[in-house]
């Protein structure tokens, strides 16, 4: 078995029961993502649009294809009815433009809302006042071709367990309060996707659903 087949099977086995595993796969050439693929891994994590594109074409065609990155909305065309799901919605100008490219493409996006709760500035996201003011203000009887499945998040790259906890407790504890309080109609709201190679074991205990696994996977980036 390779390298990368032994990873999958071992994380595989160590996810709970409603844990999905998303195979981050960027800057990792198409050989890589075929030895994960030919271990049962079907969803895998791009975070560049042209790097997406390319891989695509490569890989089987039951591949399901997550958007993780930050998305300019210039390139975002190329990805609908691609991309099975974003999880980087990070404004609402991005919500409302993959609405209108996938009604027009004839395709229904499935998309997580990006929760920013990490100390870094440079990340993306609505914070969680954001988060919750949005989701009060909208019925979302207006979206046409948008299904809003969860949220995503991401910790704050520290060595300190405790705020990195903090952090997904966050995540969690907004996404139940849209969930039950301030959006209880919304149906199919139920992905929590947070847990990186770090820390994924620590995410699940504070209630992920979806890990997002590169480096643990497949090695170290080449950037
Ligand atoms: C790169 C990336 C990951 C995977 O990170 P690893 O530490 O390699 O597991 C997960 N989520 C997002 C949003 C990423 O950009």
Redo the contacts with the bound molecule.
Sequence with gaps: MTAIAENIQRIKASLPEGVELCA?S?FHPVEALREAYDAGQRTF?E?RVQELLAKIPEMPTDVCWHF??HLQTNKLRQIIGRAAMIESVDSERLLRLIDSESERAGTVTRVLMQLHVAAEETKFGFTPDELTEFFSRHGFESLKATHICGVMG?ATNTDDEARIAEDFRLIHSTFKKIRSEIAPDLRGFDIVSMG???DYPLAIECGSTLV?????IFGERQY
């Design positions: 981050v960027k994590g975070s993780i990155g991401m990186m190679s770090g997002r696994v590169g480096t643990g």
